[in-house]
C-alpha cells in the first residue's frame, strides 16, 4: 500500500492533464473576451455608417 501511495505522489501525467486544462481554459477566455470586444466594435461601427446613411438618404 505504501509502495502504491509513493508511486501515486510521483506519478506527474495527472499534473501534466490538469496543467494542459487550466492553460486551455484561459486560452478559451481570451478567446471569448476578445470576440465580445470586437463584436461590440463592430456593432457601434455599422450602428454609425447606418446612420449617416439613413441620413443621407432622408437629406
Avoid: C, H, W
Amino acid at each position: 500500500m505504501k509502495n502504491a501511495i509513493t508511486q501515486f505522489l510521483r506519478e506527474e501525467d495527472g499534473v501534466s492533464a490538469i496543467e494542459y486544462g487550466l492553460l486551455a481554459g484561459l486560452i478559451a477566455v481570451a478567446v471569448i473576451t476578445t470576440v465580445t470586444t470586437l463584436g461590440t466594435n463592430l456593432r457601434t461601427v455599422f450602428t454609425t455608417i447606418s446612420n449617416k446613411l439613413a441620413a443621407v438618404a432622408a437629406g
